[in-house]
């Protein structure tokens, strides 16, 4: 449980760091490009919060739930009286479920088409990098059983 939970913090700080640099980069570009005063954050969610700094540091916090959460959902695969598809199932219907929640209904993603291809883009690449992880230390647990076994 202890290990969980430092998962689950250092993933929420690495992705709140990477949110916040990100987000510096876009601004920083499209500032210089010549439109000042632009942040990278969608006007619905603006209109939300009664400054634009709170808007982008509850932005940043919610970088930071994201990870969090596809930290927090690994216990999942620890669970060994579940099958490994359907541990997966569980943890994409639930990292799914909160993500869709935050890109589309609080950031109102949605509206801008080239904004929800490269997050949901992203998804598909932390699944994928998920999946392969999972499914490498998967065979190695079978192989280590199996030595075990063969050695008796």
């Known amino acids: 449980m202890k290990d969980l939970f430092k998962r689950i913090a250092i993933s929420f700080c690495i992705s709140s760091f990477a949110g916040l640099m990100v987000n510096l980069i876009i601004d920083g570009i499209v500032n210089a490009a010549g439109d000042p005063g632009f942040i990278s954050i ?35 695969f620890e669970v060994r009286r579940l099958g490994y598809i359907i541990q997966w199932c569980i943890y994409f219907l639930v990292t799914m479920a909160l993500c869709l929640f935050i890109t589309v209904f609080l950031w109102g993603l949605h509206k801008y088409p080239q904004a929800i291809v490269c997050t949901l883009s992203g998804y598909a690449l932390t699944y994928v990098i998920m999946g392969i992880t999972q499914y490498r230390q998967l065979k190695t647990d079978i192989s280590e ?5 063969n050695g008796m």
Request: proline content about 8%; aromatic content about 16%; overall charge neutral.
């Open 42 to 76: 969608s006007p619905e969610f603006r209109a939300l919060f009664p400054s634009p700094v709170l808007a982008a540091y509850i932005n940043i916090l919610l970088y930071g739930v994201i990870g969090a959460t596809f930290a927090g959902m690994t216990f999942i």
């Open 145 to 149: 059983i199996n030595q075990s076994l």
